[in-house]
């Protein structure tokens, strides 16, 4: 996972097209997204006690995919009796209530002093070295 500063690039995007383009700053932001796909296991690992991840996979996979079963032929019918302006309009909004939700709803702590949710720094903490442990055994 990569963790960068607010106000930066990469520095890969800014030699290559430059900090003044204005797809710059959308394309970091798209890789960051890209790289930090699958955080949210980190995030049910971080909020839940060891015990109860099997409920909360459960969970999340069956809130991801009532998600899914909604929106797709929400998607498909409005997109096809309705246009795509008001498609995009509907499902926009669906999103929006949905983030706004889980800003309200997600506990900030995790009973452990722990800052949870969205909004909790994303760390990524390398695996120690196994290879003395082989040797050892």
């Known amino acids: 996972m990569r963790i960068r500063e607010v106000d930066t690039v990469d520095p890969v995007i800014a030699q290559q097209l430059g900090l003044a383009h204005p797809l710059a700053r959308h394309l970091d932001d798209f890789l960051t997204d890209l790289a930090n796909a699958g955080a949210s296991a980190h995030t049910l690992r971080a909020s839940v006690v060891r015990n109860a991840l099997p409920e909360a996979f ?80």
């Open 58 to 137: 459960a969970a999340q996979f069956s809130l991801s995919h009532l998600a899914w079963l909604i929106t797709y032929p929400l998607a498909g019918w409005l997109g096809g009796s309705a246009g795509f302006t008001l498609t995009w309009s509907v499902l926009a909004a669906l999103t929006g209530t949905g983030a706004i939700g889980a800003l309200l709803l997600w506990p900030r702590h995790d009973g452990r002093g722990t800052p949870t949710g969205p909004t909790a720094p994303t760390r990524h903490t390398p695996s120690p070295d196994r290879s003395a442990l082989t040797e050892a055994a």
